[in-house]
């Protein structure tokens, strides 16, 4: 793999059981993107081009080997659609739903894959407190405990 530029911040094979491998990019700016590939050697190419435009990317949270594509911080609507990937030593990735009263949603999201790439997870909450809540998303420690590295503050219906 080689990098060159300034346009990639990271990216990460994504294996999803729908769509089979995804090569998704964390880019710097925003870019024109043209993929192709080569036969000998087998290569997938992807040229990317700044565009030149300046206004702000939405970038995804990560944290401690978990990347969570949605939500965004913000309104959310029920059913609340949860989604991203996980390293590809996360067996699962832990969801918590919780306000201010206590009122919690807790879920366990496997991520167990034979292959060494990053792997899709999603889940579909589709219930739950309402008003401003925080969505917490992480692992699970060696006793099974979950311990949360990710944090997005929801306002929900």
Do not use: K
Not at 4 to 9: E, F, P, Q
Not at 74 to 97: E, I, N
Not at 114 to 129: C, E, I, K, Q, Y
């Amino acid at each position: 793999s080689t990098l060159n530029g300034t346009l990639v911040d990271t990216w990460n094979v994504v294996e999803d059981s729908e769509d089979g491998l995804t090569v998704d990019l964390h880019l710097n700016e925003r870019a024109a993107a043209r993929a192709f590939t080569t036969t000998s050697p087998a290569r997938l190419v992807i040229d990317l081009r700044g565009t030149g435009d300046d206004r702000p990317l939405a970038t995804p949270v990560s944290g401690a080997g978990i990347v969570l594509l949605s939500p965004q911080a913000g309104v959310g609507l029920y059913p609340l659609q949860v989604a991203g990937y996980a390293a590809p030593d996360v067996d699962a990735v832990r969801l918590r739903l919780t306000d201010s009263a206590d009122i919690t949603i807790d879920r366990a999201v496997s991520t167990l894959s034979s292959t060494h790439v990053w792997r899709a997870f999603s889940a579909a909450l589709n219930d739950g407190p309402s008003g401003p809540v925080l969505l917490l998303v992480g692992t699970a420690n060696d006793q099974g405990e979950p311990v949360f590295t990710i944090e997005v503050p929801l306002d929900l219906p």
